[in-house]
């Protein structure tokens, strides 16, 4: 029902900044939150970053925190995460993630729909 399309990743230098874009294209009137998981080398699936729906509550790893911000854009539909300061323990691979009428967590499993992936390279 839903689709999950990322953008923006890249190869970056430490301290570098990127912006990364996701759209989640499906049903209109549909109310859902949305995060940003990431995959490092070797490593599970792990939480960076969600927002809610109407945007007004937002909640942040303590790896990311202060340095990357996540938003709602101005389509519904859409999130960004703007990436600053960039930390070479920063390079995964990153997925947005939607859940649609309730609220996900940290856990990866409370999540509804999945992006494909966008890879970010910070080198040291």
């Known amino acids: 029902q839903v689709q999950v399309i990322e953008s923006g990743g890249g190869l970056v230098q430490t301290g570098d900044s990127l912006r990364l874009s996701c759209a989640a294209v499906?049903?209109?009137?549909?109310?859902?939150?949305m995060a940003w998981f990431r995959r490092p080398p070797g490593r599970d699936r792990e939480f960076v970053a969600s927002?809610?729906?109407?945007?007004?509550?937002?909640s942040y790893a303590d790896s990311v925190k202060g340095r990357f911000t996540i938003s709602r854009g101005n389509a519904k539909n859409t999130v960004n995460l703007q990436m600053n300061s960039l930390k070479p323990e920063d390079t995964a691979v990153y997925y947005c993630a939607v859940v649609q009428f309730s609220v996900g967590g940290t856990n990866p499993n409370g999540y509804d729909y999945w992006g494909p992936g966008t890879q970010v390279t910070v080198s040291s």
């Open positions: 927002v809610t729906w109407s945007g007004d509550s937002t």
């Open positions: 499906g049903r209109t009137g549909t109310t859902f939150g």
